[in-house]
């Protein structure tokens, strides 16, 4: 018996080299188009559910029927869709959705405060508070409904791209072997001869 234990990620490798063998695409290349890809789908998901909830102007809307207590989320015109809004809020997709927007709002004030977006003034510092704080905080301003405007659009949009994940790592993985074939292998091929020089 040899002294040298395989490496957890034997089995990995081999299906990473079979995918690179089906694919006709080297591995490093469909790695980089992987990550590529999956960056772009999570920044042009982002623009478009930001500008979608702005030019209809649903962000504040979802933001309080997604955070609101039970006590206030009854509406006077029809008890239905408060039952099921509740119901939603109160499942694990909720809570999930909750635990998203209040990360949205962290970032939203992030980069509101840095570029000057959101009604924020550019270059003005955050509290310099603890993550945990700074959640708590973000976590009180969704619920009492204090998050408005284009801060509230972030927050849907940052939701909605988190909430699209397996979406887009499907269309990245799916995209991926093409994206190589097509940028990528290309190119690296132009920088290598540029430096074969």
Do not use: C
Not at 121 to 139: C, F, I, R, V, Y
Not at 158 to 183: D, E, H, N
């Amino acid at each position: 018996m040899s002294g040298t234990k395989p490496s957890k990620f034997a089995p990995h490798k081999e299906a990473l080299a079979a995918l690179s063998q089906r694919t006709r695409t080297p591995l490093p290349s469909l790695v980089v188009s992987f990550a590529v890809l999956h960056e772009l789908t999570a920044i042009l998901p982002l623009v478009g559910f930001f500008y979608g909830a702005r030019t209809l102007g649903v962000g504040e809307k979802l933001v309080r029927a997604v955070a609101q207590p039970e006590s206030t989320a009854v509406d006077a015109h029809s008890e239905a869709p408060s039952a099921l809004v509740s119901r939603l809020r109160d499942s694990w997709a909720g809570e999930r959705f909750q635990e998203w927007m209040v990360e949205g709002e962290i970032r939203a004030e992030r980069v509101g405060r840095r570029y000057g977006w959101f009604g924020f003034e550019k270059g003005s510092k955050m509290d310099a508070a603890s993550p945990e704080s700074q959640s708590t905080q973000a976590a009180s301003a969704l619920v009492s409904g204090r998050i408005a405007g284009d801060v509230a659009n972030a927050v849907v949009a940052y939701a909605m791209t988190k909430a699209f994940l397996p979406v887009r790592i499907g269309v990245s993985l799916w995209m991926a072997p093409a994206f190589s074939r097509t940028f990528v292998q290309p190119i690296g091929s132009a920088f290598t001869r540029i430096f074969r020089r």
